[in-house]
C-alpha cells in the first residue's frame, strides 16, 4: 500500500465481484455457520475463519483492487506469513474484512502511510493478546485442574469455540472505552499539559522539541535476574504474572497508562507531575510490602516525549531509565526539574540527593521522592 492504490498492475476486480460471468460462486457451507464441533484444529479453524480457505493471494488483491505488492504490504502488517501464488490461503470472509484499509484510502480518510501503520498496530497488538489470553488459559486450567502443559493445550482446543463470542465482545467493547478515553485526553489535556511542562524549563532541554508532556515512569523489580534463575517455569511464570497484574491495577487507578512490560520493568506514563508521583509511590509500597515480590526501584520524570507505535521515546525516557539504575530498593527518584514541578505540594516530600553522573546526561540531582499528606492512590 506504499504506491498508489489504483496502480498499472491492479488486476481487475470483476472476477471476485459478487455479480456477473467471471464471480467465483462461493461453497454453500463456507458462507453458512460452521457450528462447534470437537475434536480437531480444522474445525476450529472454520469456525474462526469463517469458511474454508479457497481462494488464492492473487484472486484476493484483484478483488480488493490492489496490486499483489499492496496486498503483501498489508498482509505484512497484519502480521500474515507469506503466500505463494498456489496456496489456497484465504476464505470470503478474509476478501470483505480486507477491503476496509484500501476503501478507506481511496475516500482519502486515511494516507496509505496511515492506513499501514494502523493496520501493524491491530496486527501488533492483537497477535500479543492472543498469546496472552492463551497462555493465562493453559496457565489456569494447570492449577485449577491438576493438567501438565502439555494437556491444557490439547484440551483448551476443545474450549475455544465458546469464548470466541464472549472475547471479541470484551475486545470491541475495551477498545471504544480506550477510544473515547484517548479522545478526552486529546481533546481536554493536550494543552494543558503542554503549559504545565513549560514550568522550571527555559526552552533550551533536549525534550524541548518533543510535541507531549507527560510523566515518564519505570519500575524494576530487585534481584530479579537471581531470582529467576532458582525458580522452575511455572513459579517464575506466576512471579511475572503477579508483578505485571500489580503494576496495571496501580496504574490504571492512578489515571496513568503501562506502556509496555519488558521482563522485570514496567514504562508508564501519566498527564501530570502528580500523577506520575502518585503512581510511583504506590508502586514502591506496594512492592515493599508484597511478601512473594521483592521490592523495586521506580523513577519518574516530568518532560516531553514523542508517542509512536504505541510506544515514547525521547530524551525523558532515558533519563527516567538511567533514575530507575541509580535508585535503591524500595526508593522513588525524579530529576531536579521534576522535583520543582512537585515543590510546593504537600502530598510529597522531596530530599535532594548527591549528584551523579549518569552516561548519557552527564552530571545529574537526582532527587528522592516519599508521601507527605494524604492518603495517596487507594485500591479497592
Known sequence: MDEPIEDSDVESAEDLSDEGPGALAAPAAALAPV???????????????????????????????????????????LGMPNFTDDDLAFTRTDLEHLKVMPALVR??????EAAISVTRAIGQMTDRMVVWQVEALVEDMISSEGMTDAEARVALLDRIPTLIEPLEEMLVYSWRRQLTAGVQRLALRAREGLESSAEGRDGTEDDAPLPLARAVGFADL????????????????QLVQRFEN?????????????????????LYIAETPAAGAQ???????EFADDEILPECRVAMVWGRVLSRLGDIYGPTVNLAARLTSIADPGQVLVDDITAKALAGDERFVLEPQEPEMVRG???????????????GIVLD
Open 361 to 375: 546526561f552527564g552530571e545529574i540531582h537526582p532527587v528522592s521522592l516519599s508521601h507527605g499528606a494524604g492518603p
Open 222 to 237: 530487585v534481584s530479579y535476574t537471581s531470582l529467576s534463575r532458582r525458580m522452575n517455569e511455572r513459579t517464575l511464570a
Open 107 to 112: 475516500e482519502g480518510v486515511l494516507t496509505e
Open 246 to 266: 500489580r503494576c496495571s491495577e496501580i496504574i490504571t487507578v492512578g489515571g496513568g497508562r503501562l506502556v509496555k512490560t519488558i521482563g522485570d520493568e514496567v
Open 35 to 77: 457450528p462447534a464441533r470437537r475434536g480437531s484444529s480444522k474445525d476450529l479453524e472454520l469456525l474462526l475463519l469463517g469458511g474454508d480457505r479457497t481462494l488464492k493471494r492473487r484472486e484476493v488483491a484483484s478483488a480488493v483492487g490492489l496490486s499483489l505488492y499492496s496486498a503483501r504490504k498489508l498482509w505484512r502488517a
Open 279 to 285: 503512581i510511583s509511590l504506590a508502586l514502591a509500597k
